[in-house]
């Protein structure tokens, strides 16, 4: 059974105007109430769902040290891993709604609700939206000592050899584990998979040679493409990504329909005070316009979706509907 992930054209048309048209008054409350608040007064903690080092991390402590220098408090990172991302987001939904506790999520967390029976937090219920502050595509990347060549070569060997190559992931119910299956889907293959408790710890074993090959998003692995450690051999999508220009695009090598991104989110707990949701938007908006933030997403192949807290709610909204048909029509079961 083939299926085609039909959405991928709205999900990018939503961003490119929302890109185009957003403005600094779009993305923050009345002024009125940026004035009324205080925030922050205090070191504010970012919970993050997954371990250190994976795509998560790749974005939020670069955010973290800008916050810092734009509000002289520290925005301190809690890594907080585990069933795809999802202890994180529970952990992060029973907080204060105070502003000092911010959860940065991902697009796993728009997957969980169809591939969970039940959850300890809700993410449109329990949060509210505040900004899309990443958006990169999925790369494979493979360890080139053990799985040579280039894509044809690579295709090649998984078909000659099924269930013999394995895949790591962030977890079963990520968009790495589901990025996988639409891949195996696509091809027609079959690619075993191994779940972890987060990215770096896969790519730590993609490293070492303990699996094959991973569906990642580009950002956590960048910089070990770049070092020479992994090797890239398909970015999803129908064009190559500037930061990575050599590496061919799905699209060029016969997968057409073989688009997936991944992209992280910024939410408060639900019941936070809308003065303050606005202070918090426009400091990221701030950070997300210096030099600094500029290249640290250029040299990750990222984007910053600039949408306002309501047009990120809406492509949550979306992005839940999108995964929930390709968890049906993938089949795809937590391991």
């Known amino acids: 059974m083939t299926f085609n992930i039909a959405l991928h054209g709205t999900r990018r048309d939503i961003l490119r105007a929302a890109t185009?048209?957003?403005?600094?008054?779009?993305?923050?409350?009345?002024?009125?109430?940026?004035?009324?608040?205080?925030?922050?007064?205090?070191?504010?903690?970012?919970v993050v769902p997954f371990p250190p080092g994976g795509g998560t991390d790749t974005f939020?402590?670069?955010?973290?040290?800008?916050?810092?220098?734009?509000?002289?408090?520290?925005?301190?990172?809690?890594?907080?891993?585990?069933?795809?991302g999802t202890v994180g987001a529970g952990i992060a939904a029973k907080a204060a709604p105070d502003g000092?506790?911010?959860f940065m999520g991902a697009v796993h967390h728009a997957i969980a609700p169809s591939m969970y029976?039940?959850?300890?937090?809700?993410?449109?219920?329990?949060?509210?939206?505040?900004?899309?502050?990443?958006?990169?595509?999925?790369?494979?990347?493979?360890?080139p000592k053990l799985v040579p060549g280039d894509f044809k070569a690579f295709l090649a060997q998984v078909r000659k050899n099924p269930g013999r190559l394995?895949?790591?992931?962030?977890?079963?119910?990520?968009?790495?584990?589901?990025?996988?299956?639409?891949?195996?889907?696509?091809?027609?293959?079959?690619i075993t998979h191994i779940p972890y408790r987060g990215a770096g710890p896969a790519l730590q074993d993609l490293i070492a040679g303990n699996v094959?090959?991973?569906?990642?998003?580009?950002?956590?692995?960048?910089?070990?493409?770049?070092?020479?450690?992994?090797?890239?051999?398909?970015?999803?999508?129908?064009?190559?990504?500037?930061a990575f220009p050599d590496v061919p695009c799905a699209a060029e090598l016969g997968l057409p329909d073989y688009t997936v991104a991944t992209w992280y989110g910024l939410w408060a707990p639900k019941g936070t005070p809308a003065d303050v949701q606005a202070r918090i938007v426009e400091e990221m908006r701030r950070a997300a316009a210096t030099d600094e933030l500029k290249a640290v997403w250029a040299s990750n192949g990222a984007e910053f979706g600039a949408l306002t807290p309501v047009q990120f709610g809406n492509f949550v909204s979306a992005e839940i509907k999108r995964w929930t048909t390709v968890v049906k029509a993938s089949g795809a079961k937590l391991d």
């Not at 779009?26 to 940026?34: S, Y």
């Open 212 to 242: 094959d090959m991973m569906f990642d998003g580009l950002a956590s692995s960048a910089s070990h493409i770049k070092g020479g450690r992994i090797k890239a051999l398909m970015v999803s999508g129908n064009k190559r990504n500037p």
């Open 20 to 46: 185009a048209t957003a403005t600094a008054s779009a993305l923050a409350l009345p002024l009125a109430a940026l004035a009324q608040s205080t925030w922050p007064s205090k070191p504010v903690t970012l």
């Open 166 to 190: 394995n895949y790591g992931s962030a977890g079963g119910g990520t968009s790495h584990h589901l990025a996988g299956e639409l891949f195996k889907q696509q091809t027609q293959t079959f």
């Open 117 to 143: 029976a039940k959850l300890d937090y809700d993410i449109e219920k329990d949060f509210v939206p505040l900004a899309l502050i990443a958006s990169v595509p999925q790369v494979l990347v493979v360890n």
């Open 60 to 84: 939020a402590r670069p955010l973290s040290a800008q916050f810092a220098k734009q509000t002289s408090k520290q925005l301190i990172i809690d890594n907080r891993g585990g069933a795809g």
């Open 100 to 102: 000092y506790t911010l």
